[in-house]
């Protein structure tokens, strides 16, 4: 709150489950993780510190219903950003299936979100289908998502979700400004208007030079990697990734970005440094 963030944004996830081994040797399927409480930290965020709070929405684990009541509980706490988003395959499968009864895509679950705000519920005969007035926002990929053949298929698939009602665009983090800005002019030449908020996110550990790169199927440039790599503990790595944070921030900033979007992960002490210099 001391930077007085224009927006915050609170992240969705499945329920994770896994196998456990019964004395018999049969298996037994149980819950390790919880479905997330956004919709709840949403509200307390609103409430306590009367800053916009931004709810994720996924496709993956959710069924059309769950989301719709999501959605109404949303709009009943006066939340009314949403990021939607099509989440990931859990982590012991190889590719992304939607719930039955679920959406295979985000333009789908967008397309919901917009029928809501047109008074067009999931039940024909609901009584009290009242319009919503959401905000949604959706992620594009500087560098590609990992599974678009090429950047033209995938931009277009992100044009399609700003034709269906898409108000701005987040973007995956990138650790190379140049990345971004010629994702922006691909997307302005490709037709898409919106604003394009840059996410950006610190590096605190030698780990995250493979871990990075394997999860989020982004680049970390030459010059980072190897001031990383002659770091001798992760302190001194926390440096280095505040520092490039900051020059990222500072040319961004200076370029006139709608926004800078941190992913803090829950771990804001890196983040909160370099706003201090910023501001
Ligand atoms: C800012 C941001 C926030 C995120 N927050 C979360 C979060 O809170 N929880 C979480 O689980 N994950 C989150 N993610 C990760 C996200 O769920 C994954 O990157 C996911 O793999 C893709 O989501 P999407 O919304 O971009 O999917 P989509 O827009 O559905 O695209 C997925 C893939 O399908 C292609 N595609 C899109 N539409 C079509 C179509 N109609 N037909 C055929 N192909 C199509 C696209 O090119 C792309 O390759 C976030 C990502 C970003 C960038």
């Known amino acids: 709150m001391e930077f007085s963030p224009a927006f915050i944004n609170v992240t969705y996830h499945r329920s994770e489950s ?34 916009d709070a931004v709810a994720h929405l996924i496709c993956g684990g959710f069924t059309r219903q769950e989301t719709e009541d999501a959605l109404i509980d ?6 009314d950003n949403v990021l939607v988003l099509r989440g ?18 985000a333009i789908e679950l967008l397309q919901q979100v917009m029928n809501m705000n047109n008074g067009i519920y999931l039940e024909e005969d609901l009584k009290n289908a009242v319009k919503t007035n959401f ?16 950047m033209q298929t995938d931009l277009a698939y992100l ?7 898409a108000e701005y665009i987040t973007t995956q983090m990138f650790f190379d400004n140049a990345k971004y800005f010629s994702f922006v002019k ?17 590096i605190s550990s030698k780990k995250q030079l493979t871990v990075i790169p394997r999860t989020f199927h982004v680049d970390i440039p030459e010059e980072l990697s190897s001031e990383i ?4 503990t992760d302190a001194d790595v926390e440096v280095v990734g505040t520092e490039w944070m900051l020059r990222q921030s500072r ?29």
């Not at 691909?186 to 610190?202: H, M, N, Q, Y």
């Not at 790599?229 to 001798?232: A, N, R, S, T």
């Not at 970005?257 to 909160?272: A, R």
């Open 186 to 202: 691909a997307c302005r030449d490709a037709g898409i208007g919106v604003p394009i908020v840059p996410g950006l996110k610190p």
């Open 88 to 105: 990931d395959a859990p982590k012991n499968e190889s590719a992304f299936e939607p719930e039955p009864g679920g959406h295979r895509y």
């Open 135 to 150: 905000c949604i926002g959706v992620a594009g990929y500087p560098e590609k998502h990992f599974e678009a053949p090429n």
């Open 251 to 279: 040319e961004l900033k200076a370029a006139g970005v709608p926004g800078l979007h941190y992913y803090t992960l829950g771990k804001p002490k890196m983040v909160s440094n370099v706003v201090k210099e910023l501001i």
């Open 18 to 51: 896994m196998f456990k081994k019964k004395p018999d040797g049969t298996f037994d399927k149980v819950e390790v993780r919880k479905r997330p409480g956004t919709v709840g930290i949403c509200a307390a965020i609103m409430n306590r510190y009367k800053v």
């Open 229 to 232: 790599l002659k770091c001798k």
């Open 74 to 79: 949303l709009n009943f706490l006066g939340i």
């Open 159 to 165: 044009k399609a979700k700003v034709d269906a009602g």
